[in-house]
């Protein structure tokens, strides 16, 4: 059984921690984003996360920042074998990367090289996409461009919503990670450089993507 830390923020991370936790194991300590106010009362708010792991039971660490103190010592500390990230909301910097002697890996919302970045689901249907997936690989400093450990594809539906296909990219997500750690615990798996030609980008979405221009086509528009 590895030692695992697991690192996530939104309801798609959440989805992913409760599947690792209900087919193989709960990690031994979860990081998320602190507690921020939302909504037009400013209540502060935990996170999806935090919710699913304190209701599971596992040690839930809020941190706007893991590279530094006291953060970065509650990680030497807990020595993990490995980091697990989905949609965490920080950079981890090269200390942080060194800590586990297995590495750090994420899951990526799309079939890497092909949508680094932000808002690969979006942008997937923005596209006009019939097919993506989840990747899962291994961290490294430059932003979603280290080797590939393993990919999963997924059909786009006609008429799917971001949403929708954010709901289904987490459950694949999570069989993913869960093969993932079964191939680590037993020494299996290889690691792929990515294709440096075939790099697509999918830059955040912004107020102004909301702006619809009518001379454009119709399908065009619908996406």
């Avoid at 992913?16 to 979860?30: F, G, M, N, R």
């Avoid at 899951?107 to 942008?123: F, M, N």
């Avoid at 097919?131 to 059909?155: C, P």
Wanted: aromatic share 4%; glycine share 8%.
């Amino acid at each position: 059984m590895l030692k695992i830390i697991y690192m996530g923020t939104p309801p798609l991370a959440a989805t992913i921690l409760e599947k690792i936790c209900s087919d193989l194991y709960p990690p031994i300590a979860v990081i998320t984003q602190l507690a921020k106010a939302t909504g037009r009362g400013q209540k502060i708010t935990a996170s999806a996360v935090e919710y699913t792991g304190k209701k599971i039971g596992i040690p839930v660490i809020g941190s706007s920042n893991i590279n530094i103190n006291p953060t970065l010592d509650i990680l030497r500390n807990l020595k993990p074998d490995i980091i697990l990230v989905a949609a965490f909301g920080q950079i981890l910097k090269e200390e942080v990367l060194n800590l586990p002697r297995l590495g750090c890996y994420n899951v990526h919302g799309s079939l890497l090289p092909a949508y680094r970045g932000a808002a690969p689901i979006q942008r997937a249907i923005w596209d006009g996409q019939e097919i993506t997936g989840v990747t899962v690989q291994r961290i490294v400093k430059k932003l979603d461009a280290g080797d590939i450990f393993l990919k999963k594809e997924l059909t786009i539906k006609p008429n799917e919503t971001s949403g929708e296909l954010m709901d289904r990219i987490a459950v694949l997500g999570g069989e993913a990670l869960v093969e993932a750690i079964r191939l680590l615990e037993v020494g299996g798996g290889t690691l792929t450089p990515q294709d440096e030609t075939q790099i697509t980008y999918a830059k955040k979405l912004e107020k102004e993507d909301a702006i619809l221009d009518f001379n454009l086509s119709a399908t065009h528009l619908f996406n």
